[in-house]
């Protein structure tokens, strides 16, 4: 059997049988879905162990560009400009594919016994692609652009338990006002990418350390880089002579263009075209587990949303199976009502699976006493890709439970700021963070800007700082895993799945791992990737 | 004043104040649009702090007639100004987009409007014979399809199966003239199947309009062929009619194709008016909306000018 899986390993690296295929074919030979991309997994690792080739263009068709983005770190939000601070800009830190701390521009990290202050120790004689050489100084002025009160950066919510920041030498120093274990995970944020001055002068000059230097630059277009002679880094990253990011907004366009070879890869296929797409000859379609979860939020301080009884039977009504089966076509994993999936370091996989169930829906829908008026769901497809249509299948599950779901479409233009965080029930979206304490610091502390379900429980909070606080991993985890359920047991996050990020690769592009920290290998791939026909 | 200078004065006349109220309908409009610039720009990741931060930068917190007339009074200088979201100048970027979108237009226009007269020319001289069902049916069939639906198709068979021009309509400056010809194949075939139609069937039927005269009796009584009758007494007097559906379409090439634009991401006005909408970049979208005012007014403008100058009973006052 063994024989027979290592010939389908290669097969599939040889782009003669689909990830898919694979999976179906394996589990047949008695191996789990997990085990069988795990398989693939160290394959595609062995297989990005192939000397990288120098040279060439690689040309990156990505989909979330507008004509009113700018090159500024700070006002960073969506695919394309991420793609462009990666080429020309690095962070301190990074989080590698295994969620572990990468050094960048710090060369290590230091915490106090208390986790209260952090030492960066900063690399020296790294140029800018002005000439200059970064200090940290530059670190610190980039930081405190970030923490300014009046900046609109969106690292801003990061930068707030900062109680002080220096530089004492090579080292930049941060004091946290209470601790933190997870610090350097924060600093790893793709904002935070380090700028001479800061970047205080001129943000978007599109000035740093990163690998390549941006030639052209046509918002909503193309953005096209060149490669930086003197690249600190060169042995491990910018291998294309060029790299450009080219804007496909349109699924079919990003498609068509990377089947017909204008483009090496794209991301966020359509789940519906992703099996047809994967059985191309000379592409594959790639997708990584991540941290995004498509849910359905409830405000818990609103009527009828208050009563935890029918947040229960909402929660046992919804068809996890299903909605991953058709909205995610199988790319994807089912969720348990928490943020929080095995993407993340600390996750507790004992925590049981909340399982479909018509007659505990129908229990806790009678225990509620609620009085059978409507309860409206609005929902629009700007909210996740397909939301309408996953809205439509829990209404039909909730409604065989005897529950009156109803649901009001919303227009995609103004979703965010009309309907999420203002609406008691809605459709949402969460990209997750690299772990766990920012998760719920984002959206679960009671005095966070983005707590979207109304979670106030002080008794969570004092958990959370807790767990900031503690350096033992085993302490934390258990922590978590309390927080977790209580999140799943009364929290106003129904949550049905997790999306994978699918991506679509050219047979060209050599290098190419799945990141479960952003799609397009956590938008990085222009940077890590080489081309085979260089 | 002569009749027709007369009568021309009082059409541009009438132009410039249609787009003065266009200007005052566009800005209504992408006033009442929900949201705010700000919340745009900042999405999902706003929070209160950094949304004050940006309103009170852009000037948002001003009232809405004051940013309209301080927006007007730039733009009868000359300035645009500047993008809210990125901060560019709306002249220049809007500039490059002009130039693609007329780019297109322009070999749209230059396929399309010779082939609708010359297909509607034959049409008439083949009426109800098989070449006028033949046209009509193609030019029928291709008008009634959504014309994203024709890209797709092209794009499917023309840019992937075969291979014989880009997918995706990624134009820009360092390319060749060749090179942009075959970039903008797939948009130029939809966009002259899209406006074939309804120029062939205007010609078709104006020329046929005029065949019901007296004098082309006569002419063909003279013995004349019936392509001389069409070439010499039919066509010039179907000018008019012809010149209007020609213009519109011109405008529609130039207005319309925001979503041909979009489909084949062709980096054109239609394209960067849709991102700036979506954003709620407000002195974009207006000064997006003021140049395709002007195209439309000046198009029909010209289309009526050379319809008053067409008619002999102006030309020549008693």
Redesign the interface.
Known sequence: MNEQLQHMTSEVAKGRMTRREFVGRAAALGVTAVAANAMLASHAHAAAHEAPKRGGTIKI?SSGG?????QDPA?T??EVPLNNLYAWGETLLEVDPEGKIEYRMAESVEASADAKQWVFKIRKGIPFSNGKDMTPEDVLKTMQRHSN??????A??IMKGIAGMKVDGDNFIVDLESANADLPYLMADYHLIIQPDGGMDNP?AAIGTGAYTLE?D?????HAFKRRDDFWDSENRGFADAVEV?????A???T??L??G?VHAINRVDPKVASLLDRAPNLSVQSSAGRGHYVFIAHIDTAPFDNNELRLALKYAINREELVDKILRGYGSIGNDFPINAAYPLFDASIPQREHSLEKAKEHYAASGHDGSPIILRVSDGAFPGAVDAASLFQQSAQAAGIPLEIKREPN??Y???V?NVQPFCAS?WGGRPVQDQMYTTAYLSTA??NDTRWKRPEFDAMLNQAKAELDDAKRKEIYSEMGMMLRNEGGLILPMFNDFVNGVSNDLGGWINDPNGEMMSNQAAIKCWLKSA | MHPVLKLITQRVALGVVLLFAASVLIFVGTTILPGDVAQSILGQSATPQSLANLRAELGLNDPPVARYFAWLGDVLQGDLGTALTNGRDIAESLGGRLKNTMFLAFWAAVISVPLAIFLGLLAVRFRDRWPDKLISAITLTSISIPEFLIGYVLMFFVGVKLGWAPSAALINDTMSLGQKLNTIALPVAVLTLVVLAHMMRMTRAAILNVMQSAYIETAELKGLSIFEVIRRHAFPNAIAPIVNVVMLNLAYLVVGVVVIEVVFTYPGMGQYLVDHVSKRDVPVVQACGLIFAAVYIVLNMIADIVSILANPRLRHPK
């Open positions: 068709g507008e004509s009113t983005n700018t006002l939000a969506s009160e009046e900046s609109k950066s969106g801003l919510g978007g052209i046509e918002p909503g277009v193309r080219l804007v496909l907004n349109d079919t366009a990003r068509a263009a089947q017909s204008q233009d103004g965010w700021s009309e999420w979206y800007d983005w």
